[in-house]
Nanobody, 118 residues
Framework: VQLQASGGGLVQAGGSLRLSCAVS????????MSWIRQVPGKEREVVSC?????????YADSVKGRFTISSDSNTENEVFLQMNSLKPEDTAVYYC???????????WGQGTQVTVSS
């Protein structure tokens, strides 16, 4: 199983970035796909999550209205996070995560750094 995250970088406040996570080795539609961010010294935060099995989507209050999660299982198994109106407090390492039915079905990508300058 591989989750390859990309798209991070340095952007000014108010700017946009689009993160991508290419997924292989699992049946994509059987997993809830999440973007989770981590700042050193702080708790991990689930930014957004989407599940094709029940059609649900979740956004943390801190990103509602600014971030959009989407996925493409038709051509490539990818999950995206469109991040608009970025703020310095969005600075973190962003990880993609695939969670299936059971703890043994919990997979992580390597993380991509997002830095928002003020």
């Amino acid at each position: 199983v591989q989750l390859q995250a990309s798209g991070g970088g340095l952007v000014q406040a108010g700017g946009s970035l689009r993160l991508s996570c290419a997924v292989s080795g699992i049946t994509f539609d059987d997993y809830a796909m999440s973007w989770i961010r981590q700042v050193p010294g702080k708790e991990r935060e689930v930014v957004s999550c989407t599940s094709k099995s029940d059609g649900s989507t979740y956004y943390a209050d801190s990103v509602k209205g600014r971030f959009t999660i989407s996925s493409d299982s038709n051509t490539e198994n990818e999950v995206f996070l469109q991040m608009n109106s970025l703020k310095p407090e969005d600075t973190a390492v962003y990880y993609c995560n695939a969670e299936g039915a059971g703890p043994e079905y919990d997979f992580w990508g390597q993380g991509t750094q997002v830095t928002v300058s003020s």
